[in-house]
């Protein structure tokens, strides 16, 4: 009997560079199965919470757990436990193959032949414009093409939450709806999402619930339709 996903809780969060705080007081759930949005501008603090929940960014106080801590720095067991970064920018490896970037992302599986070639193939169902590209360097394709291989590199981990750090970031109109498309099915297969967008429309078309991050500390939270009927949410992130 497969054992069901934990929640992510972040509780008090506070992340430091130097002197400069970056989170501040921060509060934060994702129960299993769900889908969060976290919306805020650049500077807001998303990235830094991706790095921390990662175990790249060691935090000044708080703890962030699922199932266990996330915050003793230490990535493989971030990995271990279930939890996979899709970082903004993609941070792909342009001279090497569609195919071998993907592999790369099974590294912790590395042992499960049978498991990586049946995840490959899912990932490949998910996004079968990188069928043809497999064998082609990654950094000749279109962003969008390398977004889909970023998130499918994460996917590749097999992670039970996956983490997206503004997987929209200065794609088409029509590849935004690809990937997001692809992110709901996984969330649908039951795989906890947290992602981090600007696209505020886009993001919470499919989230469950969402919060809202300024200068490093949650200012709003609530469900889809409240944050897409909220005014400061309207004004700010929806341009309405």
Same mark, same amino acid.
């Given at each position: 009997?497969?054992?069901?996903?934990?929640?992510?809780?972040?509780?008090?969060?506070?992340?430091?560079?130097?002197?400069?705080?970056?989170?501040?007081?921060?509060?934060?759930?994702?129960?299993?199965?769900?889908?969060?949005?976290?919306?805020?501008?650049?500077?807001?603090?998303?990235?830094?919470?991706?790095?921390?929940?990662?175990?790249?960014?060691?935090?000044?106080?708080?703890?962030?757990?699922?199932?266990?801590?996330?915050?003793? @720095?230490?990535?493989? %067991?971030? #990995?271990?436990? +279930?939890? =996979? !970064?899709?970082?903004?920018?993609? *941070? &792909?490896?342009?001279?090497?193959?569609?195919?071998?970037?993907?592999?790369?992302?099974?590294?912790?599986?590395?042992?499960?032949?049978?498991?990586?070639?049946?995840?490959?193939?899912?990932?490949?169902?998910?996004?079968?414009?990188?069928?043809?590209?497999?064998?082609?360097?990654?950094?000749?394709?279109? @962003?969008?093409?390398? %977004?889909? #291989?970023?998130? +499918?590199? =994460? !996917?590749?981990?097999?992670?039970? *939450? &996956?983490?997206?750090?503004?997987?929209?970031?200065?794609?088409?109109?029509?590849?935004?709806?690809?990937?997001?498309?692809?992110?709901?099915?996984?969330?649908?297969?039951?795989?906890?999402?947290?992602?981090?967008?600007?696209?505020?429309?886009?993001?919470?078309?499919?989230?469950?619930?969402?919060?809202?991050?300024?200068?490093? %500390?949650?200012?709003?939270? +609530?469900?889809?339709?409240?944050?897409?009927?909220?005014?400061?949410?309207?004004?700010?992130?929806?341009?309405?």
């Amino acid at each position: 009997m497969t054992r069901p996903n934990p929640p992510l809780e972040i509780h008090n969060l506070e992340v430091r560079y130097g002197a400069y705080t970056a989170l501040q007081h921060l509060n934060l759930t994702v129960n299993p199965g769900e889908m969060v949005v976290l919306l805020g501008a650049n500077g807001a603090g998303k990235s830094t919470l991706f790095r921390t929940l990662a175990g790249l960014q060691r935090p000044a106080n708080g703890t962030a757990s699922y199932g266990q801590s996330l915050t003793n @720095g230490k990535p493989e %067991q971030c #990995v271990s436990l +279930g939890v =996979a !970064l899709c970082p903004e920018g993609r *941070l &792909l490896f342009p001279a090497l193959s569609v195919e071998k970037n993907l592999r790369l992302g099974a590294y912790p599986h590395r042992r499960d032949s049978v498991g990586n070639e049946a995840q490959l193939k899912r990932v490949y169902a998910l996004f079968p414009d990188l069928v043809k590209k497999a064998p082609d360097a990654a950094g000749s394709l279109s @962003g969008g093409q390398q %977004q889909m #291989v970023a998130v +499918g590199r =994460a !996917l590749m981990a097999r992670p039970t *939450l &996956l983490l997206l750090d503004e997987p929209s970031l200065g794609l088409a109109p029509l590849v935004v709806e690809q990937v997001f498309g692809a992110i709901e099915q996984v969330n649908q297969s039951g795989v906890s999402v947290l992602l981090a967008e600007q696209n505020a429309y886009a993001a919470l078309a499919i989230a469950d619930r969402g919060y809202v991050l300024e200068s490093g %500390q949650v200012t709003l939270e +609530g469900s889809r339709a409240m944050l897409m009927n909220d005014d400061r949410v309207r004004s700010a992130y929806l341009g309405v």
